[in-house]
């Protein structure tokens, strides 16, 4: 009895093709949400954006904890993308000021560019890139720690943490669109689909730091 109660609120089954369209349909919107609360908190305080990432974070966790009822999960993700715009708006903000908006189009084509590639390499191929997701999680563990501890040494150039954060993404994206094609693994759309906006943010964020590193040394 409680197996039937719980399969009524598993993810539906669906195609791999259909689900992809409901995750990049989704994902899309999310990222015109931030590209829209950005652009309108570029100039403000870096204390108000930490307040913003702190509250996002709670509509993190509420994306998965109301995922029984769609809507309000969907409204959790976009609450939580809007946080996340405001959280980088004053980012963003500087580099415009420093390297100019060119910069800021460059990081933001490359990532979709790269997020589409990336896409059709996992859908095109027959390996199962869901199988490097315990390497993916170690590097990504590995990431966060060796940036906590260069926050305070500054052991490690920004330049080279950029591309570090490139390539742990990068093979996230895989692993995450590899769950995609396999029909979710147990997620819904709105939960890979938050899972592959995180990996585009913070690809995009390397790559405005390349590039705006870049642009400074011409």
Known sequence: MYGQQQSRFDAPTVSSAS?????????????LVTAVTSYLTQGFP?????IAMLVGFGFLIGISA?????????????????????????TIGHYIRVDGSGVVVQAAATTGLGMLVLGAVVFLTSFDY??????????????????LISAFTHFLHPGLYAWATLAVFTLLVLVDFGRV?????????????????????NIF??????????????
């Open 46 to 50: 870096a204390g108000f954006s930490l």
């Open 205 to 218: 964020l390397a790559l405005l730091s390349i590039f705006g590193g870049r642009s400074r040394d011409d």
């Open 66 to 90: 109301t995922r029984r009822n769609p809507g309000l999960s969907m409204l959790m993700f976009y609450a939580f993308t809007a946080c996340e715009g405001i959280g980088i708006g004053p």
């Open 130 to 147: 869901r199988k490097l997701s315990g390497i993916a999680f170690g590097a990504l563990i590995g990431l966060l720690i060796v940036g």
């Open 19 to 31: 689900l992809l369209g409901q995750v990049l349909g989704i994902t899309g919107a999310g990222f």
């Open 181 to 201: 094609r396999a029909g979710g693994g147990g997620q819904n759309a709105i939960e890979l689909a938050t899972s592959i906006y995180l990996d585009a943010i």
